[in-house]
């Protein structure tokens, strides 16, 4: 069961990732920059995002960033519970403009047509400064090192989008 469930989530990332990767190289009109960053530095951004996480997110994943119980097993009806975004979750895995394009257009964000995905899109409600403020809030939670390892994927993933 626990080699099915990485396998699962091996799939499930890999088809995010290397589908916003292709989405963003072949959508201009995404209205996505690959300058989207969410400066977790900012005070008031941050603030703004903790209000924003609390009425939008952590019914899901936690009001303190620890996700759902046995996040890495799929549930029956398919899909994975909701992950952590504190350091001992895969976001920061990702890069900013993934972790938006995710949060905007929902966990079936160019993925395959069958994958399963439990994390509904917050394009209508949600502005895209508050997706910001949402993981610029998110990112503030980290260790340096994390925050500084993320901000390293998403500069990379802004210089292959701009390629």
Known sequence: MKSTSAIVMAVGAAAIVGGGAYYYANQSSSGISPDLYADASNAELVAQGKQLYAAN???CHGADLKGEPNWR???PEGGLPAPPHDETGHTWHHPDQILFAVTKFGGKFNAPKDFVSNMPAF???LADDEI???LAY???TWPSEIRQRQARITK???EQMSR
Do not use: F, R, T
Request: with cysteine.
């Open 57 to 59: 997110c952590a019914s």
């Open 73 to 75: 097993q799929p549930l």
């Open 123 to 125: 394009e209508d409600k």
């Open 132 to 134: 910001l403020a949402v």
């Open 138 to 140: 998110i990112k503030s």
């Open 156 to 158: 990379k993933m802004a």
